[in-house]
Every structure is written in C-alpha cells, then in structure tokens.
C-alpha cells in the first residue's frame, strides 16, 4: 500500500498557528517551500492578505482561513452553481457539451500523449466531473481520479463510470502506482503543497511523470489587471507559483524538470466585476485591438509548440514587400520570440519526472 507515515500525515511542513483574534484564520510563521521567516504584504483582497517570501519568492495567502472552513467552502452548491456553471451545466442531469470540453482538456491530451503511448495508468488529482479523465479514457488510457468534493464523485462515476477515490488527496489511500500523475489548476488550492507532492512522488513508478498546470503569479494579466485580477482570489488559492517557485517545489520533492512554459491567455475578461476600471479597460483594448490578439496567439502557438518538441511554426501570410519573403518571415519570427521574451501568460505547465 502506498502510503506515507502515520507522523508525516496532514503534518505541515511548516509553523501554523491559529489567530486568537479571529479564530477562523491560521497564520504561517514559516515559508512552506524554504523555511523562512520574513515574508513582505502585497495585496489585501477580501479581506484576506497575500504575501511574498523575501527568500525564495514563493506568494502565498497568510493569514488564510482555517483548514474546516476552506473545506466547507467546496460543497455542493459551489460544484453545482460555481463549477458546473462556469461550463454552463445548468443542472446534474444536463448532459456535457463534450465537443467544447475536448477543446479546452485537447491541449493537455496532446501534452501527454507525446510522453507515452496509451495504455499506461494515468492518475488525476482533483479530477472533479471527471472530464479530463473521460477524454484520457477514451484515448486508452487506464484512468483513476481523486476528488474530494462528493457531488463530484458521483456525477463522473455516474456520468463517463470512472473509478474515482472519494476524499481529499492528502488523506485517501491509494494501493496502486502510476505512469502519470496530472494536477490541473489544483496545485493552488493544496494546504500543504510539498506534502501533497511528496505523495504524488511515491505514487509514481520509476521514470514516471507529472504534469502540472496553475495559474501564473507573473503573467502580463495580472502586472496589467492587478488587484482585479481574478486568480487572485486569496480564499480558495491558496499559492501563487511562478517558473522559479514551480521548479523550486518540483526540486525539493524529489522531481527532476523536464519541460517549463507559460501559454499566453492573456484573458481581458478574468477581472473580479468591482476592479473594473480604466486600467482594465486599457488592458483589453491592448489585447483586442487591431492585430494584437492575433500576435498573442501566435506567442502562445509558438510556446506550446515548443513544449512538445515541434518545429513547426506558422508566421502567417506574408505580404507584398519590397524584401523577400524569406527575410519577411526571419523578421515577423523575430518579433514573435521578443514578445515571448518579454511578455508571461496566464498558465503555467511543467513536466518533470521521478528518476
């Protein structure tokens, strides 16, 4: 059975006090990813303060709500109103829109796929409807989730009959090891993220991976959109990575890296409604304006191709001028890769594998 020490379970990796100010909060004394001590505000939202490690940058909420109260939070009214909404799934018996949802997990299918043939055991960690997982299945792959939320369980075991471990991922047992482990937008929510990887660590087999997608704490949208920001939402995201604190915390729970990038969403849109303000609004004149968007896109087709190893890149068509086509294309590759220089999208994704 795979499973951590009875000492090391639900043992945080670092100093956690509650307040007695306000007894639903619990302050971090020291840095969960270094061990520091001296950490520096930057923002308040909702009530709630983000701050910033001054030794190894890691961004996390501190103080932040107590453990009970953020499990709470994820019932079923929140699967239902705020999860299955945000797809527009107005109800528990409305069937998917499959076709939209494939084109939202496609990107990762193709991630994985590149790294091993189907067949293999993949395991999800916050496997929620169990979309993902449907798609993986449905390419081959033997599939196992874990979701917390009961709502959820049942709706994918009902829904795609996946097998499906009902519980938080730092408690539940799992007797079994992987090829694959995949973290999609949930590595941000972990109370102790070092604790939860350390697991994933022993999930895997020799030589197996993990993949990771969070939001990125760098990305122009928040530099652009600031408190508005709507990943900045200190009560559920609980961490805040970047490149740097990614393959920081992949190093320290045994990972090697093999690949990093940020794709460039650069989504207007993701504003929190009372943050709209002339900076916003400036920021998606940028991103929407005449020939902008198109650019933005091309940053991220490049990026993510380069994640897979594809040489393959498309400036566009290239009109009429007095150089020569060859010198055009050079020229417009150019501008793409000081773009991507300069500019960090709204996701991050990683691979890095168990040695």
């Known amino acids: 059975m795979i499973k951590l020490e009875d000492s090391e379970i639900l043992n945080y990796n670092y100093k ?10 619990e302050e971090i004394y020291n840095c969960p990813l270094c061990g520091g001590n001296k950490f520096k505000k930057i923002i308040e939202k909702f009530s709630l303060q983000i ?3 001054q030794v190894c940058s890691l961004v996390f909420t501190n103080p932040r709500l107590r453990k009970e109260i953020i499990k709470k939070r994820y019932s079923t009214d929140y699967f239902i109103q705020e999860y299955l909404g945000g797809l527009k799934i107005e109800s528990l018996d409305e069937k998917p829109n499959l ?6 997990y496609g990107l990762y299918l193709e991630v994985i796929k590149n790294y091993f043939s189907p067949g293999k055991k993949l395991l999800e960690i916050g496997s929620a409807a169990g979309f993902f997982l449907h798609f993986a299945q449905k390419m081959g792959w033997q599939v196992t989730g874990v979701e917390h939320i009961p709502e959820a369980v049942k709706y994918a075991r009902k829904t795609f009959n996946l097998l499906i471990y009902e519980g938080s991922f730092e408690e539940v047992e799992i007797n079994e090891k992987f090829d694959l482990v995949v973290l999609l937008d949930v590595i941000e929510h972990f109370i102790d993220p070092v604790f939860c ?5 022993k999930l895997l087999k020799s030589g197996g991976i993990i993949f990771i997608s969070t939001p990125n704490y760098n990305s122009l949208s928040r530099r652009f959109l600031g408190k508005g920001w709507a990943v900045l939402s200190p009560a559920d995201h609980l961490f805040y990575f970047t490149k740097t604190t990614l393959k920081l915390l992949l190093n320290k729970t045994g990972f090697m890296e093999l690949k990093i990038t940020d794709l460039a969403d650069f989504e207007p849109k993701a504003i929190h409604t009372q943050w709209k303000n ?23 087709e490049r990026k993510f191709n ?6 393959e890149f498309s400036t566009g068509k290239i009109r009429q001028y007095r150089w020569p086509k060859k010198v055009m294309k050079l020229a417009k590759k150019i501008i ?3 773009f991507k220089m300069i500019t960090e999208g709204d996701r991050l994704l990683i691979l890095a594998s168990k040695p």
């Open 16 to 25: 956690v006090k509650g307040m007695e100010k306000d007894p639903t909060l």
């Open 336 to 338: 793409y890769d000081l």
């Open 306 to 311: 380069e994640f897979l190893s594809i040489d």
């Open 197 to 201: 990887l350390k697991k994933a660590f």
């Open 278 to 300: 002339g900076r916003s609004k400036f920021y998606k004149e940028i991103i929407e304006g005449v020939g902008i968007k198109f650019i933005f896109s091309k940053i991220r």
């Open 51 to 53: 701050k910033k490690c």
């Open 99 to 104: 076709v939209d949802l494939y084109n939202h």
